[in-house]
């Protein structure tokens, strides 16, 4: 799996505290997620302040760093955030692009030859550009955000144009499309090319709409959730990672609803501490063991009773 997106430092507050310096970025969420299926290569800049520390991170995990380019005198993207008590719900504070503002990605033949490619939430026309430099790839799934959608919605739509897969936010689905309605929202979506569809819900789930059908699963029901950031990009990485785990299997409905199974769990431990806490000391064991959980909201009693008409 290749994927770009970015490579941040971000400042949370949470009702349940807050962090100024923490290891972030969309495409560093995704990528420790995800490398637990497969190898990852992570595409993008960042500046001098991100040192041996974070790069420890990646490398702990197996994940590929050499596509992530080291722009001397320069600074790495920044964000800033806040969730009230409906953590559906967050207040973006700042966006420093820094050194993602004028990125030219240049892909190593290792990662243009990736089975699968995620265009993680960032400039859409830098996602153009790395997807136009993997024209093989099995699958391209992207994701974005409000920021993208007021100022360059356009370029999104063009990017969006080129995919196979859009895994985005309900309110962000509606707020691209101009339509309430969420399956309206996402049938327009693939009107413009892409075969499936997934609206992230928050802590109720996700919904997934493909040319054969439509999928719905609840989120793992955690007693405690300390910060949602990155959730949506670990859904992303067990989504695909369990696609990319399975390279011989046809991209059928029922395939992708097993990925649903494993995005919604490592989501689902990715909230469970500030930034990629949790998912640092995350073990496969305990990935299989929330999936096999959550297999059992999905089978049910099908007991026909007599109804009236
Ligand atoms: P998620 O919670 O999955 O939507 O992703 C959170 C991550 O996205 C954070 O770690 C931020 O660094 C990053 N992020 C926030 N805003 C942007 C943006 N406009 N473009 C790219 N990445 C962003």
């Known amino acids: 799996m290749t994927v770009v997106g970015s490579i941040a430092f971000d400042a949370v507050k949470t009702p349940w505290g807050e962090r100024d310096r923490l290891l972030g970025g969309s495409a560093v969420h995704f990528a420790l997620a995800a490398s637990f299926f497969g190898d990852v290569r992570v595409v993008g800049p960042v500046g001098d302040d991100f040192g041996e520390e974070e790069y420890a991170v990646l490398h702990a995990r197996g994940v590929n760093t050499e596509d992530i380019e080291r722009v001397a005198g320069g600074k790495t993207f920044f964000w800033s955030g806040e969730y009230e008590y409906d953590l559906n719900t967050r207040l973006t504070h700042e966006t420093q692009l820094n050194v993602f503002a004028d990125f030219q990605p240049k892909l190593s033949e290792a990662s243009r030859e990736s089975d699968l490619l995620f265009l993680a939430n960032i400039q859409p026309e830098l996602q153009r550009e790395v997807r136009e430099q993997c024209p093989r790839t099995r699958l391209v799934a992207l994701d974005s955000m409000n920021l993208w959608i007021e100022t360059a919605r356009d370029s999104l739509v063009r990017t969006i144009e080129g995919v196979d897969c859009v895994l985005i936010n309900d309110a962000e689905l509606r707020q691209l499309t101009a339509r309430p309605n969420l399956v309206q929202a996402a049938r327009e979506v693939m009107d413009w090319g892409p075969h499936t569809v997934v609206a992230k819900q928050g802590e109720y789930g996700a919904a997934m709409l493909t040319r054969e059908g439509y999928f719905s699963l609840p989120a793992y029901p955690l007693e405690s959730v ?84």
């Open 226 to 309: 300390i910060d949602p950031t990155g959730a949506g990009d670990c859904f992303a990485g067990g989504f695909l990672g369990y696609l990319a785990a399975h390279p011989d299997e046809d991209l059928s409905h029922d395939a992708l609803r097993r990925a649903m199974a494993y995005g919604t769990a490592l989501a689902s431990f990715n909230v469970e501490e500030f930034g990629t806490e949790r998912v640092q000391r995350l073990t496969g064991e305990e990935i299989a063991e929330r999936v096999s959980e959550l297999r059992r909201f999905t089978e049910f009693v099908d007991a026909p009773v007599p109804l009236r008409s």
